[in-house]
């Protein structure tokens, strides 16, 4: 299976800067099947990213994806406050599809 | 806006069999575009994908679940149900059901439920 490789594990920043969090994969994603989660305490895992680079609905467009083949980068442009949050890689690409170890997020 | 909600015990005694059911508004399971899975992440871990069901009872799990994890869809009934057997202090984790696209994307998602292993 493809092991999703996230860093920094945690990543802390002021409010409107902007940050950058990396997944790498052990062998190449197909298609560039990458999505991305936000997942805030105590709540399930949102959608944001998409086909490496696409945005889910409803997602502000300080969320960006970038990336192909084994290297992919969300970034997240102007933080705030409540961008506070662990976020999540997923391959699906490749049976069985799986997800990343997670890195934190702390705006302060 | 689908909507879904997962149900069963909170608490599993070791070796026995965990059970859950998630129910599904909003939207028909019946739709060839989605299936609807398990993920589950065990207190202060990662996330682990379980099993996926397409509403034609077609399912994939996980190679290092297979052996334990059972699935079925109830379309009439607006549900989809897992069954986890064998059960240890390692299955103890928070359990979300999902929807899931065509693709392998799971966009929407149920608030969870944690289920805790132990006698």
């Known amino acids: 299976e493809i092991v999703l490789t996230q860093s920094p594990g945690t990543l802390s920043l002021p409010p409107g800067e902007r940050a950058s969090l990396s997944c790498r994969a052990s062998?190449?994603?197909?298609?560039?099947?990458l999505a991305w989660y936000q997942q805030k305490p105590g709540q399930a895992p949102r959608l944001l990213i998409y086909?490496?680079?696409g945005r889910a609905t409803g997602i502000p467009d300080r969320f960006s994806g970038s990336g192909s083949g084994t290297d992919f980068t969300l970034t997240i442009s102007g933080l705030k406050p409540e961008d506070s949050a662990v976020y999540y890689c997923?391959?699906?690409?490749?049976?069985?599809?799986?997800f990343g170890q997670g890195a934190k997020l702390e705006i302060k | 806006q689908v909507q879904l909600q997962e149900s069963g015990p909170g608490l599993v005694k070791p070796s026995g069999t965990l059970s859950l059911t998630c129910s599904v508004s909003?939207?028909?399971?019946?739709?060839?575009?989605?299936?609807w899975g398990w993920i589950r992440q065990p207190p202060g871990k990662g996330l682990e994908w379980i099993a996926t069901?397409?509403?034609?009872?077609?399912?994939f799990h996980n190679p290092s679940l297979q052996s334990r994890v059972s699935i079925s869809v109830d379309t009439s009934n607006h549900q989809f149900s897992m069954k986890l057997t064998s059960v240890t202090a390692a299955d103890t984790a928070i359990y979300y059901c999902?929807?899931?696209?065509?693709?392998?994307?799971?966009?929407?998602w149920g608030q969870g439920v944690l289920v805790t292993v132990s006698s």
């Open positions: 999902a929807r899931r696209d065509w693709v392998g994307i799971f966009d929407h």
């Open positions: 062998q190449r994603v197909t298609s560039d099947y």
């Open positions: 086909g490496a680079s």
């Open positions: 909003g939207g028909s399971m019946g739709s060839s575009s989605y299936y």
């Open positions: 997923q391959q699906y690409g490749v049976p069985p599809h799986t």
């Open positions: 069901i397409y509403y034609s009872g077609n399912a």
